[in-house]
């Protein structure tokens, strides 16, 4: 079993429980801290005590339906892909590169979406302080029964960002001096989309970063039980990238 030699060992902190516990920390601050409500409460006030961009079409039509519509697209075109690779009995490393992204990124979209209506919790735009109707409860108080139900954790929209950050794992298999690169750019756009949500009150800071770190999560943890799978050739994989033979 390769995940127990030191190499391994090594890599998983590395390059998972590190980023993990960054993202804990991080979260712990903003939620448990308040710094959410330090920043959300700056976001309300620039905007003149009202989410001026709840209903503006640049954020609503554009950053958020037309991407989440362009993310779809981009799904069923790797599927299609991917169906295509195997009937046509392309190179099994770009096969099971484009599996495990797959499985990745559905995984992400499918988790995000059950939690939300696992742990109900309103976004700012509810909340009495920034124009709303609610009061504030935690991640996990009680609720009062009849209390309408907000799905406002984790961020949705941020996910559609941070689910490709398999794209790091995608290319440690077929191209390993691309991965870092990969890993950077979703997660800069998924911080980018939840920017925008930000601003116009949908979304707490916090939501975003437990957004991003069970992402990672499923992403790396997918990435890893596959590498189990026999046949699979491990011997150069190592923190910067995996070279194939």
């Known amino acids: 079993m390769p995940l127990l030699t030191s190499s391994y060992a090594g890599t998983l902190i590395k390059t998972v429980l590190l980023p993990l516990l960054i993202l804990s920390l991080m979260f ?3 939620y448990q801290l308040k710094l959410d409500f ?7 006030q620039q905007q003149g005590g009202r989410w001026v961009l709840q209903q503006h079409w640049l954020m609503q039509k554009v950053l958020h339906d037309r991407v989440r519509d362009l993310n779809l697209v981009l799904v069923v075109v790797l599927i299609c892909y991917g169906v295509w690779l195997c009937s046509a009995g392309q190179s099994a490393v770009l096969r099971r590169a484009v599996a495990t992204l797959l499985y990745s990124l559905l995984s992400c979209f499918a988790v995000v979406s059950w939690l939300k209506h696992v742990l109900p919790m309103e976004c700012p735009w509810d909340l009495l302080q920034f124009g709303g109707d609610m009061p504030f409860y935690g991640l996990l108080e009680p609720r009062p029964e009849g209390t309408p139900t907000h799905l406002c954790f984790p961020a949705g929209h941020a996910s559609i960002g941070f689910a490709w950050l398999g794209l790091y794992y995608f290319f440690l298999e077929i191209k390993p001096q691309w991965a870092f690169k990969a890993l950077i750019g979703a997660a800069v756009t998924g911080l980018l989309l939840g920017a ?6 949908a979304h707490f800071f916090s939501h975003d970063i437990g957004t991003a770190a069970i992402c990672w999560a499923l992403c790396s943890a997918i990435y890893y039980i596959r590498l189990q799978r026999p046949g699979f050739d491990a011997s150069g994989l190592s923190v910067g990238g995996r070279q194939n033979g």
Do not use: C, E, I
């Open 38 to 44: 330090v920043l959300a409460d700056w976001l309300y």
């Open 196 to 201: 925008v949500q930000q601003s116009r009150g």
């Open 28 to 30: 712990y601050l903003f």
